[in-house]
């Protein structure tokens, strides 16, 4: 069972080119090409090798909803990945925890990477776990205590406990309300330098000041898979929404520059979401997400098919 735990705020020296992938790798744009639309292309590259995906959960495996609790996949969503994960190695990575994400998805034999990578968990048939500073658990705790505390009259705030991170949702806070939010978040962080602040969709993230991220966890479990082995023989795909998934765009652009791709899922005009990024491919949302997926199931049923022929 391949295991990892690190409890200091630098990489583990074992793994040396999972941290932050280098900064000359990002370079943002606006990607033209819808991942539909250019299906056809997507599949010729794919050839013949081994489709490994990794999807982000909250605005591309489900909808953005303004009660957390209630991000509920669509209809017919739980039943692609099932038949997904059954035939490619599937991996959803999410600023939620596992037990969180566990429960909105309740399948099996999917590779859960919470807390924006900090929790990897894989499925009985490949136990794989890694856990990034544990260490900070106390301090979360602690801190999670003091915002619910600072943010109680501020009417919408909410601070959400994803294990090796804290989420401070503003979506339901009035327009004028969220300097007020931020500047009870930016005040506490300034007597915690170990945790860093990060930003999401109307939401922000305390996080542990380690050098890990999605990128990193999409990195650990290519390797502890041992696909890191064979390059040439996979087709690693990543779709999310957030701008935390950039770091797992880049991270397969400089791993994987010629077999790989990755899809921003965004619709046109979304003021939460710059358009600029690191993926080479868009999808407007998690309609077409489904969609996407579907028709990445019929690869593999296609090969089938032209072998028994």
Known sequence: MATMSVQTAAAP??????ASPEASLRVPRVPKQNALDHFAHIRSCIGGKRPVVFLDYD???SPIVKEPDRAFMKDGMRD???????TYTTAIVTGRSTEKIYQFV????????????????????????????DEFRPLLAETKAVLEKAVASIEGAMVEDNKYALSIHYRNVRAD????????????LESQ??????????????????????????????????????KEDIFPLYLGDDVTDE???????REHPQNGAAILVRESGDEERKAETSAEYVLRNPDEVLIFLERLTQVQEERV?????
Request: with cysteine.
């Open 247 to 253: 770091d797992a765009f880049v991270a397969l652009r």
């Open 80 to 86: 692609v990945l099932q038949k997904l994960s059954s």
């Open 193 to 230: 330098p170990t945790l860093c602040l990060k930003h999401g969709k109307k939401v922000f993230e305390l996080r542990p000041k380690v050098d890990w991220n999605k990128g990193s966890a999409v990195l650990w479990i290519l390797q502890a898979l041992g696909l890191n082995q064979c």
């Open 59 to 61: 605005g591309t495996l």
């Open 106 to 133: 309740k399948l099996d034999d999917v590779y859960y990477a919470g807390s924006h990578g900090f929790e990897i968990s894989g499925p009985v048939s490949q136990p794989i776990s890694c856990q990034v500073a």
């Open 177 to 188: 309300q969220v300097e007020h939010v931020r500047a009870v978040v930016s005040a506490h």
């Open 13 to 18: 020296q074992a793994l040396p080119d999972i």
């Open 305 to 309: 098919g032209a072998g028994a022929g």
